[in-house]
């Protein structure tokens, strides 16, 4: 007699389980609407946002209370990533930034429904870079140079936490040549030392330095430093009769010259390209002499002058 009561009990069980089983969590219906919008449309890397989903039957009216909506990024989190719809149809979330910067692409799904949102930039791009170098010029015994970077975002603002990377022909980096961080002024600073044998291996008068930027694109910028070399003098001429036309052909960019005719009458000048009418034929010894801010040079040249 007890067995039949057991059975009936155990059935009874199944049958007001199976229905719990059945039932599950809701998700969008077919056919229904599912709506996402994420505010505000920018944030800072490690900022946040709020991220609703409404879910809509395919009539307008709001889908079960209680259906499930999912949520996930390709950038940062969004927390809770599983959300129950309240009784208008509307689930909330919060995405928070990891620190990484880029534009999220947001995406709620419930059910058969999938909606994106890319509108959210986390973070500021570096938009312009600019580059001080000073001095701008070094003495062939070499010297110091600060390095100067201003980043600016797509908002025409500093940007605080840009990496930049300077680099220069010659010389040696401060830095090593590392990735340096800019700080809340949008700035980073660097030295080059330029010893004498750096200079001594550049063939010109000048070299460059440089600096980039990583943003949606690389920024890059570039300074010339000129070398201060010490005058080399020289000089040509050109004789018409007792008339000479003396011409400056020294290197080194000389800011100062002095010619001494060597005539009986010691006249000089300080003409770059002077010319001198000799008293009289003869062979007379012209020396110019050349000077800038690092240095000074003499050369002499003997002139003859036949006045035919």
């Known amino acids: 007699m007890r067995r039949p009561a057991v059975a009936l009990a155990a059935l009874a069980l199944t049958v007001l389980l199976l229905p719990a089983c059945d039932k599950g969590t809701p998700v969008a219906p077919e056919g229904g609407i599912l709506r996402l919008t994420v505010t505000p449309d920018r944030i800072v890397a490690g900022g ?9 039957r395919a009539n307008g009216n709001p889908a079960n209370t209680g259906t499930e909506v999912r949520f996930s990024s390709n950038l940062g989190s969004v927390e809770p990533s599983v959300v129950l719809t309240d009784a208008t149809g509307f689930a909330q979330a919060t995405f928070r930034g990891d620190g990484r910067v880029g534009t999220a692409t947001i995406t709620a799904r419930s059910g058969s429904l999938e909606a994106t949102s890319s509108e959210l930039k986390v973070g500021s791009f570096p938009s312009s870079l600019s580059l001080l170098a000073s001095p701008s010029s070094v003495p062939e015994t070499g010297g110091e140079i600060e390095l100067l970077a201003l980043v600016r975002d797509d908002q025409g603002g500093p940007l605080a936490g840009a990496n ?6 010659k010389g040696t980096l401060e830095s090593g040549g590392r990735f340096l961080i ?6 980073a600073r660097d030295v080059l030392e330029v010893s004498a044998a750096d200079v001594s291996t550049i063939s010109g008068d000048s070299f460059s330095v440089r600096v980039e930027a990583a943003g949606q694109s690389v920024l890059s910028q570039s300074r010339t430093i000129s070398i201060q070399r010490a005058p080399r003098a020289n000089f040509t001429f050109a004789r018409s009769l007792l008339t000479v036309v003396f011409t400056d052909t020294s290197t080194g960019n000389p800011t100062d010259w002095f010619w001494e005719f060597g005539d009986p009458g010691n006249n000089s000048s300080r003409q770059q390209n002077p010319s001198f009418t000799y008293p009289a034929p003869g062979t007379y010894l012209v020396r110019l002499r050349v000077s800038n801010a690092t240095g000074s040079s003499e050369a002499a040249q003997f002139v003859a002058v036949t006045g035919n």
């Not at 946040?48 to 809509?56: D, F, N, P």
């Not at 930049?164 to 022909?169: E, G, L, P």
């Not at 800019?182 to 700035?187: D, R």
């Open 182 to 187: 800019t700080n809340a002024a949008g700035e």
């Open 48 to 56: 946040e946002a709020s991220v609703t989903a409404q879910v809509l």
């Open 164 to 169: 930049v990377n300077f680099a220069a022909d």
